[in-house]
């Protein structure tokens, strides 16, 4: 059969742009940029890595059946190798995933085979080292304030946690468990990583006496940056403000289905922000149960109540679209593990974190 040339160009033309174009394989890391608390795992990478990080690596199949587990068997047997160990190590696999080690700078190939040693698909991985640490407040992160504090004030005997981000010169690097911190003063400091919902990695840091103080922050055992924090006094809290976390959109504001928030930011008499300080929250003049710089509540929009935080005999009120709620804390940051990343025993307490993240989102009964 003679086919006009327009056709058989237009066929040349798409066979191929499905031969160029188009790849059956992908590949994804877990790490979670969305405050979001969802199991929903990544399907793009976030490159480059900071060295010391670990990261798990999936392949993604686009013609893989719906039934995950009818290919399980599959998946089992892919094996993923580095070119540049040194680079990006791989630690360990399970269930078609791989751990891995960004070791240190560089870039390094990594390829995927299946059982019979077939490529199924490659990509490389580049990992830096950071030239410098950020800390941002916790709290404020989630009431959509992304600021970046080197020289926090800190309540005396009050935690604060901050979620740590790398940069080489102005470009972002991804990665979690590369932290270690040395403070020359007497404050506690904890590294963590969340591994279940919200996949990041944190500094808290309790603070102690009343005095200045350096902390040190390391990357993969490198020096890279220094905070200062200043040990505050209840007396140095000058004012309390209340500050909304995102509002609602059109469907959920009539539906009653937002999850509202609430944070207490307390400041000292120059405007600066002082973290660690927990109020106690009341709703229309009766007293909610806890401490804490959280108040999370279900909005109702047919609903209006005074919420009011106190602390040291200031007081600040705000009104939300709900007649019930809970106190919580910009501290608890989910399931974590300190100094390290969860072994695979973490996921027994995968039931338990369920829990946890069902009790953010609970209301008093």
């Known amino acids: 059969m003679n086919l006009p040339k327009p056709i058989l160009l237009c066929i040349a033309l798409a066979m191929l742009v499905l031969n160029s174009g188009c790849s059956r394989y992908s590949m994804s890391d877990d790490i979670d940029l969305d405050f979001n608390w969802s199991l ?45 160990p040194e680079v990006l190590r791989i630690e360990s696999k399970h269930d ?39 800390l941002r407040p916790h709290g404020l992160l989630l009431v959509e304030r992304n600021v970046v504090d080197s020289d926090p004030k800190i309540l005396s005997g009050g935690t604060a946690t901050f979620l740590v981000r790398y940069f080489d010169g102005d470009e972002r690097l991804f990665g979690n468990g590369s932290l270690t911190a040395t403070t020359d003063g007497d404050d506690d400091l904890e590294p963590l990583e969340t591994f279940l919902f919200e996949n990041r990695e944190w500094l808290q840091i309790v603070a102690r006496g009343f005095d200045t103080e350096t902390i040190q922050l390391w990357a993969n055992g490198e020096p890279i940056s220094k905070v200062t ?72 929009p047919a609903v209006t109540s005074v919420l009011g935080a106190e602390f040291d005999g200031l007081r600040a009120e705000t009104t939300i679209h709900s007649s019930e709620g809970f106190v919580d804390s910009s501290n608890d940051v989910g399931c974590s593990v300190g100094n390290g990343k969860p072994g695979s025993t973490a996921w027994l307490f995968l039931a338990a974190c369920g829990l946890y993240a069902g009790r953010r989102r609970r209301l008093a009964a």
């Open 229 to 300: 924090v200043t040990s505050m006094a209840a007396s140095d809290v000058d004012s309390i403000s209340l500050v909304h976390g995102p509002l609602p959109n059109d469907e959920a504001d009539a539906e009653g289905q937002h999850d509202g928030l609430v944070l207490a930011q307390a400041r000292d008499e120059h405007g600066n922000a002082i973290y660690g300080v927990e109020v106690s929250f009341d709703l229309d003049g009766d007293g909610e149960p806890g401490q804490g710089d959280l108040f999370r509540y279900r909005h109702d």
């Open 96 to 134: 078609g995933r791989a751990t891995c080690f960004a070791t240190g700078p560089g870039r390094s190939l990594v390829s995927v085979h299946d059982g019979e040693g077939e490529l199924l698909h490659e990509t490389e991985i580049e990992v830096r080292a950071p030239t410098r640490i950020e």
């Open 40 to 84: 929903t795992v990544s399907d793009a990478m976030h490159l480059p890595y900071v060295a010391g990080a670990n990261v798990v690596i999936s392949l993604h199949d686009a013609q893989e059946d719906d039934d995950f587990s009818a290919r399980q068997a599959e998946r089992a047997a892919w094996q993923y190798t580095s070119s540049r």
